[in-house]
């Protein structure tokens, strides 16, 4: 057998499975990495420096691969762009209901996001985003017009 699965894995002990691992680490000069989100030994297939194995650990729907990249992401995020991103949520979510014109939010959004470059550039502070962001919609994008 070239090499254990998942499924194996099973049927034999963790401990065996390391130490089958191992061996083939020394043997094959390839490298065992311990996966970030489960602690799951793995041999990052591809990208050689993977963090994360391929397994779907417990009740998860999505492999350790997408759940942590995903969880890095969030862990990246400041909380001035989560602000910024529930801002621009919250009025996209109103043009999917008809609350606000599709056109008027192309407006707004392209007006916000300028602001927000200038912002991640240190042209302008947060606060002067922030009480932008934190206009009326329509007094928003009267400005623009
Ligand atoms: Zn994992």
């Given at each position: 057998m070239d090499r254990f699965s998942i499924a194996t894995v099973d049927h034999f002990s963790i401990d065996i499975y390391i130490r089958y691992e191992m061996t083939k680490t020394l043997t094959e000069k390839t490298l065992l990495v311990k996966c970030e989100n489960c602690g799951f030994y793995f041999v990052p297939q591809?990208?050689?420096?993977?963090?994360?194995?391929s397994r779907i650990k417990g009740?998860?729907?999505?492999?350790c691969s997408e759940i942590g990249a995903y969880r890095k992401y969030k862990k990246s995020i400041t909380d001035e762009r989560k602000y910024y991103i529930s801002i621009t949520k919250h009025y996209y979510y109103l043009v999917k209901n008809k609350q606000i014109s599709k056109s008027d939010y192309c407006i707004w959004s392209e007006y916000a996001q300028s602001l927000y470059k200038k912002y991640k550039k240190k042209d302008i502070t947060f606060q002067a985003l922030k009480k932008w962001l934190d206009l009326d919609f329509d007094k928003a994008v009267k400005m623009q017009k």
């Amino acid at each position: 057998m070239d090499r254990f699965s998942i499924a194996t894995v099973d049927h034999f002990s963790i401990d065996i499975y390391i130490r089958y691992e191992m061996t083939k680490t020394l043997t094959e000069k390839t490298l065992l990495v311990k996966c970030e989100n489960c602690g799951f030994y793995f041999v990052p297939q591809g990208k050689s420096d993977s963090k994360y194995c391929s397994r779907i650990k417990g009740n998860a729907e999505k492999p350790c691969s997408e759940i942590g990249a995903y969880r890095k992401y969030k862990k990246s995020i400041t909380d001035e762009r989560k602000y910024y991103i529930s801002i621009t949520k919250h009025y996209y979510y109103l043009v999917k209901n008809k609350q606000i014109s599709k056109s008027d939010y192309c407006i707004w959004s392209e007006y916000a996001q300028s602001l927000y470059k200038k912002y991640k550039k240190k042209d302008i502070t947060f606060q002067a985003l922030k009480k932008w962001l934190d206009l009326d919609f329509d007094k928003a994008v009267k400005m623009q017009k």
